[in-house]
Nanobody, 120 residues
Framework: QVQLVESGGGLVQAGGSLRLSCVASGNILSINTMAWYRQAPGKQRELVATITSGASTNYADSVKGRFTISRDTAKNTVYLQMNSLKPEDAVVYYC??????????????WGQGTQVTVSS
């Protein structure tokens, strides 16, 4: 069993900052790519940022220069530092990870989501 548990969401004023965390736990052999997605009500889930096992990163154009993804391999944790938050960033954020379990197989896992609210 593998779980991804997010934390760090909440209410912030426009222009403020939040830091999301996601910890992977369970039957883990290794973790490949980790990522953050977000989804607004009635819309498709969209990619926010990715980070590979080699720490290469990629960002959606809408968050470049404002958000930073990082990971702590020893802690099986991925972070999303969000600065200069805008009202349009106020959606649910999901953690994603490609995890090779002790079985030797790689699977995709999702967190339960954490709500970010931005007041204008």
């Amino acid at each position: 069993q593998v779980q991804l548990v997010e934390s760090g969401g909440g209410l912030v004023q426009a222009g403020g900052s939040l830091r999301l965390s996601c910890v992977a736990s369970g039957n883990i052999l290794s973790i490949n790519t980790m990522a953050w997605y977000r989804q607004a009500p009635g819309k498709q889930r969209e990619l926010v940022a990715t980070i590979t096992s080699g720490a290469s990163t990629n960002y959606a154009d809408s968050v470049k220069g404002r958000f930073t993804i990082s990971r702590d391999t020893a802690k099986n944790t991925v972070y999303l530092q969000m600065n200069s938050l805008k009202p349009e960033d106020a959606v649910v954020y999901y953690c994603y990870a490609q995890i090779r379990t002790m079985s030797g197989y790689e699977y995709q896992y999702w967190g339960q989501g954490t709500q970010v609210t931005v007041s204008s």
